[in-house]
Structure formats: C-alpha cells, structure tokens
C-alpha cells in the first residue's frame, strides 16, 4: 500500500518541485496551527476567567491577537494548499494519460487486441493521480490529528472517552472497508460491460456509423441494447450502495450515542476534578472535533484503500510485457527485403484453434508477391507476422537486408504499408501525408511528390487544408481518404512495400491506376499485396493462395492456371461475375 504513496510522491515531485513541497508544508502545518489555535482558546477563557487586574487582562487581549494571528495563518494555509493543488491535478491528468499512451505504444498489437488487455486499461484510466496523493496526505494528517487529540484527553484523565472514540474509529473503519472493497468489486467486473456501453453509444453518435444506423432504423435496437446494459450495471451498484448507506445509517445512529456519551462523561469529570472553564471548552471542542475528524478520517482511508485497488491496476497495465520497437537504422539494399518463413502457426489469445497453420514461404529481394484468398483465410494476420507486428506462435521467420540479419522487432522499421484499416487523421491534408515519415512535415516537394504517386495531385495546392467537417475542414470520401493513405506509403522509403486491400474504397478506373502505381512504383524493391481482386496478381511474380490458414497453392499466374485448382476456380468465378 505504501507503495501508491511513494510512487506519486517521486512523479509529483520529479514533475513540479516547487509546487510539491509547498503542498506538504501546507498540509502537515494544518496540524500545529489547529493545535495552536485549540491551545489559545483555552488560555484566553482561562486569563479573561481568572482576571483580577490591568496586567491580566492586557494578557487576554495579546492571548486574543495571538489566536487571530493564528486563525488568519490557518485560512492563508488553507489558500496556499488549494492554489498548490490546482496545478498538481492537472500534471496528474497529465502524466496518467501519458503513461498509459507511452505503454500502450509499446505493447504487442495481440495484447491491444486482447479483451482482458482492454478492460484492464479501461480500470487504469479510472485512477486520479493526484487524488491519491492527496489521500494519503489526508490520512496521515487526520491520523496526527486524531492521536494528539487522544493525548490531551489522556492528559486530562478522560481515558473512557478517548476509549469509546477509539471504538468508534474501529466501527467506521470495519463498515466503510466492506462498503469500499464492494464497490471496487462491482467496478471491476463491469469493465467490460462498460466498453460495449461507450461502443454502442459511439455507434449511435459517430458520423461514419449514424447514415447507416438510420437508413435501417437501427437505432431503436441499440438503444434498447444500451439501456439493458446500462440498467443491469446501475442495478448492480444501486443494491451495493443500498447495502452501504443501512450500515451508514446505523453506524451513524451508534456514534450519535457515542458522542452524546462522551459529553456526558465530560461534564462529569470536569465537574469532579474542578478543572477551569477553558480546560472544560478545551476538552468540549475536542471531542466535537474528534467526532467530526473520525468520519472524515475514516471516510479517507476508505477513499484511499478504493484508490490503491485502482493503482494495483494501474502498475498492472504499466507492467505488461512490452514489444519495443527497434531503433537502429536498417541496412539499404537496392533489392530490399529478403523474409524467410518455416513451419510458422499463430493463434490468438482466447483462442481455440490455429489463425494460421504450417506456414512455409521465401519471399526474395526486389521480389513481388501477391496473398489471395477468401475473407478468414489468414491473409491480414500473414501480413502483420511478416511486419513483426503479431509474435508467431510456432516456427521461425527470419527477416534480412542485403545479407544483414534484423530483429522482429526491428522488421516495422523497414516496411511502409497501406493497410484496409487506415487511419483517418482529421488533421490537414500536410499531416495525414507526414506520418508516412514526420521528417518531411515540411518538404512540400517530397509531399507533392507522394501525392502524384497516389493519383491524388488535386490536393498538391492545398496542403493546409484541413480535413473533416467537425473541425470546420473539408468531407473526404472513403476513395479519397485511401488515395492519402496510399500517398503516406510513398513518402516512407522502405525495403519492403505491404499494401493490405489498398484499393477496396476505389473506383474500377482508380482502382487500376493505384495498382499499376504499386507494381511500377515500388523500386524494385520488396513488395506484397493481399487482395480480392484476382486481376491484380496477374502483374505478380509469384503468388500465394490461402484456405483456412494454410498456404494451398503458389506460383505464378499462368502456373496457378495449370493446375486447375483452388486458384483457378476463384479466377473464373471473378471474370465471370465482372465479365
């Protein structure tokens, strides 16, 4: 547990020193000033009591600008620690979103895809840095408080009360640890369930979802879906905070009587020991502050107990295993890429049987290969392998430029792709081109030059020009985004050229000049596509057909014809259905 408190307190510090250290002595002074002020109190009834002369009372009205002075000190504390505060949430908001950005960067592409990664993630994301923090503070100040308070009741000789406020500590303690601990229960197992509420409720809202959504009236559907999700959710935490707020309410009714008890107790005492008026308001005031200070401390304990669950989750998700990317610069080749694949089998987590099976290939230098086959047949999943983006389960694959070995981490590195998933950046058309390769944000020529490439000159003049109308910016097609997507591929010079369906948002006529872009643009260098569209392989060295994640033919276009196979019929099928 002390672990949460030295984790925040190295990241607050390593962040905003000033603002640190200002907290902390603001914090821990709220201690002594309320002491000094409970001490003054008592020393101004007892001097204005006993008065008898000028002296004394000269003596309460300085005891009175003392404990004004102090008063003042307490409220400018209590200002100084909020301002301090206010910038550590935000470095707090910070940091956590950073943190969890940076390690999702680096995990492995199946862990991002993986449903327990996710949840985990989404309970990462519900921790409040800087509240924990601050709870920990909280306790330890409220705990200082709470045991100097005990010892004046015990220097006092009220021992039976500070026994009965210590019972009550224990109390609140047991019944908010259980309301706690129940709570975070029902969070974590609704984790999931509350990703499929913010999918559906995306579904309902994003521009690229909501024409289809209400040209099939499906909106009724999914929201009736929502609602289910989100009622059985509300239920499950409404029971436990039902169940929470009865024990509230009787916990509530015994410290009633215990305080009530204590007062009691208190005028007894006093009344037998003929203790002065400023002792008897000394010891009222602290028992009504102990009483005030219990609830609150226990409140804050319970707080952070919810918080360090949330931190176990936290660390958790920062601790998972990572996939760095490579960071030395590749070898050139005038070839590129040389990937050798032996006996490769990949699954997926969670699941029952084999992605891909037995996988056996050489893909040459400056060769061009084509990946076809029915939708499922492992064809996108091939290509991810062979990027070093999913770790093989069984197997070997061994990447190479110009004779010189790579690690997988490091086969990203040399590859430029266009994916069926691309990304959609609504930034300006100058940013969408540059991830490609950010060092040419500002190179208009090599820009200008990867749009000819792509068949998307139109926009050579409009670089600035910013993309998406919920941004104000211009509403780009499924065809014209693709062309961007094709045009970042260009920018990045690699050894090795994927392009994963590239054209399926394309017209016939651009569809043409995009693939006739790929076979005569690619450098003699390396290159694969994975495509449907069979026509495309023809232009191919050598292709490769896949069926339920096997590779059940290779060869050429004419040698795949000569067999008669599986090829074959899915050739004849297409021209047929084309013409």
């Known amino acids: ?105 680096k995990l492995p592409l199946t862990y991002l895809e993986w449903p327990k990664i996710k949840a985990l993630r989404e309970r990462a994301k519900r921790l409040p840095l800087f509240e924990l923090f601050e709870q920990w503070m909280n306790c330890i100040v409220d705990f200082t408080t709470i045991g100097s308070l005990l010892i004046i009741l015990i220097y006092y000789k009220c021992s039976l009360v500070s026994f009965i406020i210590f019972a009550g500590l224990l109390l609140q303690f047991s019944t908010n640890k259980k309301i706690v601990k129940n709570k975070e229960k029902i969070y974590q197992k609704q984790s999931s369930s509350r990703l499929i509420l913010d999918y559906l409720f995306n579904l309902l809202v994003q521009r690229e979802t909501i024409q289809e959504i209400r040209t099939y009236n499906m909106s009724p559907y999914l929201k009736k879906k929502w609602k289910e999700i989100f009622k059985t959710n509300f239920k499950e935490i409404q029971k436990k905070i039902i169940s929470g707020e009865l024990r509230n309410i009787l916990q509530n009714i015994v410290i009633t009587i215990m305080n009530g008890s204590c007062v009691i107790i208190l005028v007894i005492i006093s009344a037998k020991s003929g203790n002065g008026a400023g002792v008897f308001v000394m010891l009222l005031k602290v028992v009504s502050q102990l009483f005030i200070l219990l609830p609150r401390f226990s409140t804050n304990y319970s707080s952070l107990k919810s918080s360090t669950i949330r931190f176990k989750d936290f660390i958790g998700f920062l601790n998972v295993q990572e996939d760095m990317r490579g960071q030395r610069a590749l070898p050139e080749c005038d070839k590129g890429m040389k990937i050798v694949i032996n006996d490769l089998s990949f699954k997926y987590k969670d699941s029952e049987k084999n992605t ?59 590859a430029r792709v266009v994916f069926q998933d691309y990304t959609r950046l609504l930034r300006p058309i100058r940013e969408n081109i540059a991830i490609g390769d950010i060092k040419h944000l500002n ?52 050894q090795l050229t994927i392009f994963d369906e590239p054209t399926a948002s394309l017209d016939p006529k651009a569809e043409l000049k995009a693939f006739e872009a790929f076979v005569n643009l690619s ?27 096997q590779i059940v033919e290779s060869g050429s276009h004419s040698e795949l014809m000569r067999l008669h196979g599986k090829y074959e019929k899915m050739y004849i099928s297409q021209s047929e259905l084309h013409g």
């Open 1 to 105: 547990m002390l672990e949460s408190l030295t984790y925040t307190s190295k990241l607050f510090y390593s962040e905003n020193k000033k603002n640190v250290i200002l907290y902390f002595i603001t914090t821990i002074l709220t201690v002594p000033l309320f002491l000094g002020e409970l001490i003054l109190t008592k020393r101004v009834i007892d001097t204005i009591q006993n008065s008898t002369s000028t002296f004394t009372y000269k003596e309460a009205l300085l005891l009175m600008i003392f404990l004004v002075v102090v008063i003042y000190m307490n409220t400018m504390n209590a200002s100084m620690k909020a301002l301090s505060s206010t910038s550590l949430i935000e470095i707090g908001l910070y940091k956590k979103e950073k943190l969890i950005l940076e390690k999702s960067s």
């Open 443 to 494: 190179n208009d020529k090599k820009l200008n030059r990867a749009l000819n490439k792509a068949e998307s000159n139109e926009y050579v003049d409009y670089l600035d020009e910013q993309i998406g109308p919920e941004f104000g910016g211009r509403d780009f097609s499924g065809g014209q985004w693709q062309r961007l997507a094709i045009s970042r591929a260009y920018l990045n010079e690699k």
């Open 356 to 414: 891909l099976k037995g996988i056996n290939m050489v893909i040459n230098p400056g060769e061009k290969i084509a990946l076809v086959g029915e939708n499922g047949s492992g064809k996108s999943t091939l290509v991810k392998i062979i990027l070093g983006l999913y770790k093989q389960k069984d197997g070997n694959i061994d990447w190479s430029i110009g004779g010189e070995s790579i690690k997988a981490k490091e086969a990203v590195n040399g």
């Open 523 to 549: 450098d003699n260098k390396t290159s694969v596509i994975v495509t449907h569209r069979l026509y495309m392989a023809r232009s191919v060295d050598r292709i490769f057909v896949l069926e339920d994640g």
